[in-house]
Nanobody, 126 residues
Framework: QVQLQESGPGLVKPSQTLSLTCTVS??????????WSWIRQPPGKGLEWMGAIAYSGSTYYSPSLKSRTSISRDTSKNQFTLQLSSVTPEDTAVYYC??????????????????WGQGTQVTVSS
């Protein structure tokens, strides 16, 4: 059974960088052909795919967030990390990490994600 767990600060000040880590257990993040994504849900809004890192280490980003987003991984710890720079209150959301086996139908087809973390609330406020 694969499990994902998000961790990181729950409160970030405007203009700072948000950093979250997803720790994966029950499976390796380097296993063919899985993709490991960050997805968020602002209050009262739908899910928004932010970016992903593949089993190979390749990264993919939402065009709307690409300039502020970086996803990396530590294979020795079986973790992958999200960094979102220059945050504003509009970045307040529940942040999820999730796994998918493909992205052939688009990253925002959330039916394709088979395992999710429980989500972590991040609030951007001074």
């Amino acid at each position: 059974q694969v499990q994902l767990q998000e961790s990181g600060p729950g409160l970030v000040k405007p203009s700072q960088t948000l950093s979250l880590t997803c720790t994966v257990s029950g499976g390796s993040i380097t296993t063919n052909y899985y993709y490991w994504s960050w997805i968020r849900q602002p209050p009262g809004k739908g899910l928004e795919w932010m970016g992903a890192i593949a089993y190979s280490g390749s990264t993919y980003y939402s065009p709307s967030l690409k300039s502020r987003t970086s996803i990396s991984r530590d294979t020795s710890k079986n973790q992958f990390t999200l960094q979102l720079s220059s945050v504003t209150p509009e970045d307040t959301a529940v942040y999820y990490c999730a796994r998918s086996e493909s992205h052939s139908t688009g990253w925002a087809n959330y039916d394709e994600y088979d395992y999710w973390g429980q989500g972590t609330q991040v609030t951007v406020s001074s």
